[in-house]
């Protein structure tokens, strides 16, 4: 890059730092109470200003996954339990002790607490929890609410007492205790409940009413969203050394889209924190004032679903080719750091369920290539494979949620352009995306992830009712490609204890890396630059903030 362009550059990204600063300016931190800070000890008071890549999609939480959605929902809801984001265990919250739940996991009791009230008055009580757990796990379909694909197998909710609900499933469901400590689940008012899909979107913040530490005050589309506390919160999780009302008086949410804006505006101090900060900008917070909490995510790792129902792919060659010709110890070293650690397997190390499966990854270009041979794909004139006329060309989208998708693809390219495999990198917005990935002609590769603090989540991943990454369920005709896969995954979902469904996990496992399906790049954290005066700073289990304990040291 020349001088000149480098300046150039340079005087955008500040001009635009500048404009998010003039921005910020209406809504800086203000001042805590006098003796905490000073003394260590948390300090109530100030409004902090967090900087988000994207804008929220919809806060009805079954569909609120995508993280700016769950830094959202995170934050004005709670959960029926809390599961602890370091241990992974389970712990009450709105419920006053964990469920009672009998042999074969189909029935779930739990003991509300007394005196929880949403943001508009009403209680949270066993009637109104029913309505919620019937929603999520059944869905509407007239108003477009999908079924939470963390509740499998659910029939109905039953109200024993006021403070006490009952939940029936058809099937075993020991997955169910963690789906209700979940953002998907998180409790809803009455009225709120009643809102279509569309009320759910953009312009319906404020409307949205939880009985969480904060309710939206504000919220101006596509840009900035406030956060206010309640004054009158007092039942956090009782694990929490916090208790009462949160410690800020309010959160502001911005939308900054360009990474080098978002880590300009916390490093120069005119924002507190910062979500997704790239593996390039991490240096930057190693500076004093600065720090980096980069939160593990604990589910399937960010890699690549190779949709094998396809023409080229439905050969076990090809996919295994593909495999040994990516080298992932250079892409992960090249492009990122050591809060990415190089995937051993479909799942993280820390996830539930997790197997060392690093053996069917191995770097191997001269067995790709023999592979590719057998499998009767010759080398070209142009040096790209070709086979019945037809070339050895994959198409692979662009993950906007994922960090650096685009350069991890290009890597790709030219790893698998000296095997004779043509990569091309699908362009377009989320919205473009997300409509091509559902054909495996358009998208035969797609580059995704999903964190899950459960067994469930390889399930959530890949199974054809699901999210389907793998498109084993055709969009076409509804036929599945391999029902054995589905059906090691229905078991996780379904197998009554732990042991039994690590083993179930397992098995799924080692059947999708005996098969070629995945190719597992690294294990995907949520990374957040932080102001060093951001004390108590943490995410759930899966990586999304909550702002309940947070102060500022000011």
């Known amino acids: 890059m020349s001088r000149s362009l480098r300046a150039r550059r340079a005087v955008r990204v500040t001009a635009t730092i500048a404009a998010v600063a003039a921005l910020l300016a209406g809504c800086a931190s203000g001042p805590t109470e006098q003796g905490g800070a000073e003394s260590g000890e948390p300090a109530a008071g100030g409004t902090l200003t967090y900087l988000e890549p994207q804008t929220w999609t919809t806060l009805y939480p079954p569909s609120a996954g995508f993280y700016p959605n769950g830094g959202v929902v995170n934050n004005i809801t709670d959960r029926l339990l809390f599961q602890n984001p370091e241990t992974l265990e389970l712990e009450p919250w709105i419920a006053a002790e964990l469920p009672e739940v009998n042999a074969d996991a189909t029935e779930y009791t739990f003991t509300l607490r007394e005196g929880v009230t949403y943001s508009d008055g009403t209680p949270v009580d066993a009637e109104n929890v029913v309505k919620n757990l019937d929603l999520y796990g059944k869905g509407d379909t007239e108003r477009a609410l999908p079924v939470s694909e963390a509740i499998n197998n659910y029939d109905h909710g039953e109200v024993v007492d006021d403070h006490t609900v009952k939940f029936h499933f058809s099937a075993p469901a020991p997955g169910f205790a963690q789906a209700v400590s979940t953002i998907n689940s998180g409790l809803l008012s009455n009225d709120t409940l009643d809102k279509t899909s569309e009320e759910f979107g953009p312009g319906n913040a404020a409307t949205v009413v939880g009985s969480g530490p904060f309710v939206v005050s504000d919220e101006k589309i596509g840009t900035e969203i406030s956060f206010e506390a309640r004054g009158d919160y007092d039942w956090a999780p009782p694990s929490l050394e916090h208790q009462g009302r949160a410690l800020l008086d309010g959160l502001t949410y911005f939308v900054a889209a360009e990474s080098s804006v978002r880590v300009g505006t916390v490093v120069a101090g005119q924002a507190d924190v910062t979500r997704d900060v790239s593996a390039p900008d991490e240096p930057q917070f190693a500076a004093e004032g600065l720090t980096i909490h980069a939160a593990t995510t604990n589910g399937v790792n960010n890699g690549f679903s190779f949709r094998f129902r396809g023409e080229i792919l439905s050969d076990i060659r090809v996919r295994q080719a593909i495999i040994a010709g990516v080298d992932r110890e250079a892409i992960v070293s090249t492009l990122f750091t050591d809060s990415y650690p190089l995937a051993t397997g479909a799942l993280a190390k820390t996830a539930l369920g997790y197997l060392d499966t690093s053996e069917y990854y191995a770097y191997d270009p001269e067995?790709?290539?023999?592979?590719?041979?057998?499998?009767?794909?010759?080398?070209?004139?142009?040096?790209?494979?070709?086979?019945?006329?037809?070339?050895?060309?994959?198409?692979?989208?662009?993950?906007?949620?994922?960090?650096?998708?685009?350069?991890?693809?290009?890597?790709?390219?030219?790893?698998?352009?000296?095997?004779?495999?043509?990569?091309?990198?699908?362009?377009?917005?989320?919205?473009?995306?997300?409509?091509?990935?559902?054909?495996?002609?358009?998208?035969?590769?797609?580059?995704?992830?999903?964190?899950?603090?459960?067994?469930?989540?390889?399930?959530?991943?890949?199974?054809?009712?699901?999210?389907?990454?793998?498109?084993?369920?055709?969009?076409?005709?509804?036929?599945?490609?391999?029902?054995?896969?589905?059906?090691?995954?229905?078991?996780?979902?379904?197998?009554?204890?732990?042991?039994?469904?690590?083993?179930?996990?397992?098995?799924?496992?080692?059947?999708?890396?005996?098969?070629?399906?995945?190719?597992?790049?690294?294990?995907?954290?949520?990374?957040?630059?932080?102001?060093?005066?951001?004390?108590?700073?943490?995410?759930?289990?899966?990586?999304?903030?909550?702002?309940?304990?947070?102060?500022?040291?000011?």
Request: glycine content about 6%; aromatic content about 8%.
């Open 367 to 554: 067995k790709a290539a023999e592979l590719l041979d057998e499998a009767g794909w010759e080398v070209g004139s142009d040096g790209i494979r070709e086979k019945d006329g037809e070339r050895l060309q994959l198409t692979f989208n662009e993950a906007l949620p994922q960090p650096r998708s685009k350069d991890v693809v290009t890597l790709v390219q030219e790893q698998l352009a000296q095997l004779g495999i043509e990569v091309e990198l699908f362009p377009g917005d989320q919205a473009a995306q997300t409509e091509a990935s559902l054909s495996e002609v358009t998208i035969p590769v797609y580059h995704s992830m999903v964190g899950r603090a459960d067994y469930d989540v390889l399930k959530s991943q890949f199974h054809s009712e699901n999210r389907n990454t793998l498109l084993n369920r055709s969009n076409e005709d509804d036929s599945v490609g391999d029902p054995e896969l589905d059906e090691l995954l229905a078991a996780i979902a379904s197998a009554p204890t732990t042991e039994e469904r690590q083993a179930a996990s397992e098995a799924a496992q080692l059947h999708i890396a005996e098969n070629a399906y995945f190719l597992p790049l690294f294990e995907e954290p949520q990374v957040f630059g932080l102001r060093a005066d951001v004390q108590g700073f943490e995410t759930e289990s899966v990586g999304r903030p909550w702002f309940y304990a947070t102060w500022l040291d000011r």
